[in-house]
C-alpha cells in the first residue's frame, strides 16, 4: 500500500496540460474560408465587381493567414501530447496496473490484509481515499488521447480546406485582373505626358530627384479637393498583409539604407490603397521594379514599390481600399493554381513603402498601424 502511495505522490506532481483547445482557430479560419467562398460566387452578379472581388480577396486572405496559425498550433499541440504520453509509457503501465488491482476478486480472503483487521482498515481507507484521484488521472490520459485523434483528423480536414483555399483565392486574383482591366469608372484627374515622362525617368538617378520632377509630367490638371487626412495620420492601414521586415533607416544586405520600409509578404498578396488619393505615377522606376506614387493630399507622397502586376493609369482619382495590384511569386498562368503560395514560400516576396512630406522622407510607421496580422 505504501508503494500505491508513493506512486499516486509521484503522479499528482505532474503538471497538467491546460484545457485550450488548441483547434479552435483552425475552426474559425473554416468558417472564413466558407464565406469567402460564398462572396466569390456572389462577386460574379455584384453591381460593383471590383469592390466584390477586392472584398472577397481580403477575405480569403485573411481566412488563409488564420488556418495556417490554427494549423500551426493544432500541430504543435498534437506533438506536445505526443511527446507527453511516450515519455510517461512507464507511468501509464504502472497507472493501469494499480487500477487492475483496485478490482477485487471475488474470494472473501482479498479483503484481508496481514496486518489483520487493522491493516485491512486502514488499507480500505487508503484506497478509498486515492480511487477517485487515480481514476481520474485515467480519465486525463483518456482525454489526452482522443485529443491526439481529434487533432489529426482536424488536421487532415484543415489541409485540405486549405488547399481549397489556396485554389479560390487564385480564382479571385484572376478575375479581379479583369475587372480592373475593363473598368473605365474612375475619374481622370490629369493625364500624362509619355515624352517627359520618358525624360525624367532617364535623367533621375535617384527617387528624390524623380519625385521632385512629378509635376513636370502632368498635362491639363483638373484639380481634385482631397479629403482630410490629418485625423488620419498613424492609423492608416498597411497596404498589403504582411510583416515588417526592415524599418527606416536600416540597412540591407549589401549595406544600402532605404527611409523607407520593407514589408514581407505571401506571393500573390492584394496591395490596396490606405487611402484616397490620385496615381501620380505607375511604372518602372530605377531598380525599384514596379512602382505606384499615391499622392493622397498636396505635397505628400506615398510610394509602393515591388508589386509583379500594377492596376491604374497615372492621373486617376482612387478612393480608400482601391487595389493597387498584386505581389509577385505566383505562376505565370492566370488559372488557378497553389503553386508558390502553397508551396512553403510562405512571405517570400517584399513590398517597400516609403512616405515623403514636401519630398522629405518621413517615417513610414509614424503614419501606417502595424497592429494588423500579416
Not at 479552435?24 to 460574379?44: D, F, I, M, P, Y
Not at 472584398?55 to 481566412?63: C, L, N
Not at 481622370?188 to 519625385?211: C, N
Not at 507622397?301 to 492621373?315: D, F, N, Q, R
Request: proline fraction near 6%; charge should be negative.
Amino acid at each position: 500500500m505504501r508503494t500505491l502511495a508513493a506512486f499516486f505522490l509521484c503522479v499528482c506532481a505532474l503538471p497538467l496540460w491546460a484545457q485550450e483547445d488548441a483547434g479552435a482557430l483552425a475552426r474559425e479560419a473554416g468558417a472564413q474560408l466558407e464565406a469567402a467562398s460564398v462572396r466569390l460566387a456572389e462577386a460574379e452578379s455584384a453591381r460593383n465587381r471590383v469592390r466584390a472581388l477586392t472584398d472577397t480577396v481580403h477575405a480569403y486572405e485573411a481566412g488563409l493567414s488564420a488556418m495556417r496559425a490554427g494549423l500551426r498550433r493544432a500541430a504543435i499541440r498534437e506533438a506536445q501530447l505526443r511527446a507527453q504520453l511516450q515519455a510517461r509509457d512507464a507511468e501509464i503501465a504502472q497507472l493501469v496496473a494499480v487500477l487492475q488491482t483496485l478490482t477485487p476478486d471475488e474470494a472473501p480472503t482479498a479483503f484481508l490484509h496481514p496486518d489483520g483487521p487493522n491493516g485491512t482498515a486502514r488499507a480500505g481507507m487508503l484506497l478509498a481515499e486515492l480511487t477517485p484521484a487515480l481514476n481520474q488521472r485515467a480519465a486525463q490520459l483518456r482525454k489526452d488521447l482522443s485529443d491526439v485523434e481529434s487533432l489529426r483528423l482536424l488536421q487532415e480536414q484543415a489541409a485540405a480546406q486549405l488547399q481549397t483555399g489556396l485554389t479560390e483565392v487564385q480564382t479571385a486574383r484572376s478575375a479581379l485582373n479583369q475587372a480592373m482591366a475593363e473598368r473605365t469608372d474612375l475619374p481622370q484627374r490629369f493625364s500624362e505626358d509619355p515624352v517627359r515622362t520618358a525624360i525624367l525617368i532617364a535623367s533621375a538617378e535617384t527617387l528624390d530627384a524623380f519625385s521632385s520632377g512629378l509635376a513636370s509630367i502632368v498635362e491639363g490638371d483638373v484639380g481634385w479637393t482631397p479629403p482630410e487626412v490629418d485625423d488620419l495620420i498613424g492609423e492608416f492601414p498597411m497596404p498589403a498583409r504582411g510583416v515588417i521586415l526592415r524599418r527606416a533607416g536600416e540597412p540591407d544586405a549589401a549595406g544600402i539604407a532605404r527611409p523607407g520600409i520593407l514589408l514581407a509578404t505571401r506571393p500573390g498578396t492584394l496591395v490596396s490603397a490606405p487611402t484616397a488619393a490620385t496615381l501620380r505615377y505607375v511604372g518602372p522606376l530605377l531598380d525599384f521594379g514596379t512602382v505606384t506614387i499615391l499622392e493622397p493630399r498636396p505635397g505628400t507622397l506615398i510610394v509602393l514599390a515591388g508589386m509583379a502586376v500594377s492596376y491604374g493609369k497615372t492621373g486617376q482619382i482612387i478612393a480608400a481600399s482601391t487595389p493597387l495590384g498584386l505581389m509577385g511569386g505566383l505562376p505565370a498562368s492566370n488559372g488557378p493554381s497553389t503553386g508558390g503560395e502553397g508551396g512553403g514560400a510562405e512571405r517570400s516576396e517584399t513590398l517597400y513603402i516609403e512616405v515623403r512630406e514636401n519630398n522629405v522622407p518621413m517615417d513610414p510607421l509614424e503614419w501606417f498601424s502595424t497592429e494588423q496580422d500579416g
